[in-house]
C-alpha cells in the first residue's frame, strides 16, 4: 500500500513539475518570443511597374493563428480589387535590400517575438527611411519584438498588456483626422462600436510624435489585465485619451500602426478593412483606384 502512495505521490509531482514548465516556457515565448531566423531568401516574382505590397506574418512569440488565418485572403482580396500584387511570406530573409526595393509597402500582419537579424534589421531602417512605407498590425506592437529603434520610431509606446476580464469587449472608437500629415481619412467611419483584444500601453503615442486616427473610449471597456498570478500589477487604462491607431513619418518614409485586428472577425468588418486600406495608400503614397 506504501508503495501504491509513492507511486501516486512521484506521479502527482512530475505532473506538477511538468505543468510548471510548460507554463513558465509559454509565457516566456508570449513576452520575450524566440530568436529564430531565417537566412535563405525566397524566390519572387514581381511583376515590374505594379504597385507591390508584403505581408509578412513571421510569429516567434504569441501566434495569432485564427487572426493571420482570416487576414491573408482578407488582403489578398483587398489588394486584387485595389489592383496591387500581394506577396505574402513568414521569411525573415525577404528584409534586404534589392527585394524590399520591389514592394511600395510593407505589412508586419501580427508579428510577434524578435524575428530579424541585425543586418536585416537594418535593411529594414534603410528601406523606411528612404521613403519605404510600413504597416504595423495588432502583435507588431506587442511587447516581444526587443528591437529599441522599432518601438521608439515605429509603434512610439511600449506595450503594457491587453484586458484579461474579459479578453475580448465590444467598445467605441473614435475618428481623429488632422491636416498635418495629410493621412487620407475620408470616407472612414467617424465612431463606431467593435470587438477586439484592446491593448494598454505605458505611454501615449501622441505624446512620443505620433498622429492618433482613432481612440478607443475607455469607458465602454474594462482595462483590467489582472491574470491570476501571472500578472496582479496590470489593474489600469490609458485614461480618457486612449489611442487605437496612429502614424508618422520617418525621414522620407512613412509609418502607420493598429492595435486592433486581433480576432478573425475583425477581418471581414468592412470598417476595419477601409483603415487598412487607407493607411496602404497613404504609407505607400499610393493615388486611389478611381
Same mark, same amino acid.
Given at each position: 500500500?506504501?508503495?501504491? %502512495?509513492?507511486? !501516486? ?8 513539475? !511538468? ?12 513576452? $520575450?518570443?524566440? +530568436?529564430?531566423? =531565417?537566412? =535563405?531568401?525566397? /524566390? ?15 510569429? $516567434?512569440?504569441? %501566434? #495569432? ?19 496591387? +500584387?500581394?506577396? #505574402? ?5 525577404? @528584409?534586404? /535590400?534589392?527585394?524590399?526595393?520591389? @514592394?511600395?509597402? %510593407? ?11 541585425? %543586418? ?24 516581444? #519584438? ?15 498588456? &491587453? ?43 501622441? *505624446? ?7 481612440? !478607443? ?6 482595462? =483590467?489585465?489582472? @491574470? ?13 485619451? &486612449?489611442?487605437?491607431?496612429?502614424? *508618422? ?7 502607420f500602426y493598429s492595435a486592433m485586428g486581433h480576432t478573425a472577425d475583425s477581418w471581414i468588418e468592412e470598417a #476595419? ?18
Open positions: 500500500m506504501n508503495a501504491i %502512495i509513492k507511486w !501516486v505521490l512521484f506521479v502527482l509531482v512530475l505532473i506538477l513539475l !511538468v505543468g510548471s514548465y510548460t507554463l513558465y516556457t509559454f509565457v516566456d515565448r508570449i513576452k $520575450n518570443g524566440v +530568436e529564430e531566423y =531565417d537566412y =535563405d531568401p525566397p /524566390e519572387l516574382t514581381i511583376r515590374e511597374a505594379t504597385t507591390a505590397i508584403l505581408v509578412f506574418t513571421k510569429t $516567434n512569440a504569441y %501566434i #495569432h493563428k485564427e487572426a493571420i488565418k482570416a487576414s491573408v485572403p482578407a488582403l489578398q482580396k483587398l489588394c486584387a480589387d485595389q489592383g496591387w +500584387e500581394m506577396y #505574402h511570406t513568414e521569411n525573415g530573409a525577404i @528584409f534586404n /535590400e534589392s527585394q524590399l526595393s520591389l @514592394f511600395d509597402v %510593407i505589412i508586419w500582419n501580427n508579428v510577434s517575438g524578435p524575428v530579424l537579424t541585425d %543586418i536585416q534589421q537594418n535593411a529594414m531602417i534603410d528601406y523606411i527611411e528612404k521613403g519605404g512605407g510600413f504597416i504595423g498590425i495588432h502583435a507588431a506592437g506587442d511587447g516581444s #519584438h526587443k528591437w529599441t529603434w522599432y518601438r521608439e520610431n515605429i509603434i512610439g509606446a511600449e506595450y503594457s498588456h &491587453h484586458p484579461m476580464n474579459p479578453q475580448f469587449q465590444e467598445a467605441k472608437i473614435h475618428l481623429e483626422c488632422d491636416t498635418i500629415l495629410s493621412f487620407p481619412c475620408d470616407e472612414l467611419s467617424t465612431s463606431f462600436d467593435r470587438t477586439d483584444e484592446w491593448y494598454i500601453f505605458m505611454d501615449n503615442p501622441r *505624446n512620443n510624435g505620433m498622429r492618433v486616427l482613432y481612440t !478607443v473610449d475607455e469607458s465602454t471597456i474594462n482595462p =483590467d489585465g489582472q @491574470f491570476y498570478l501571472l500578472q496582479r500589477d496590470k489593474k489600469f487604462g490609458m485614461g480618457k485619451d &486612449h489611442p487605437i491607431a496612429w502614424y *508618422n513619418t520617418i525621414k522620407k518614409g512613412r509609418s #476595419h478593412l477601409d483603415i487598412i486600406r487607407k493607411a496602404i495608400l497613404w504609407t505607400g503614397q499610393i493615388q486611389p483606384k478611381k
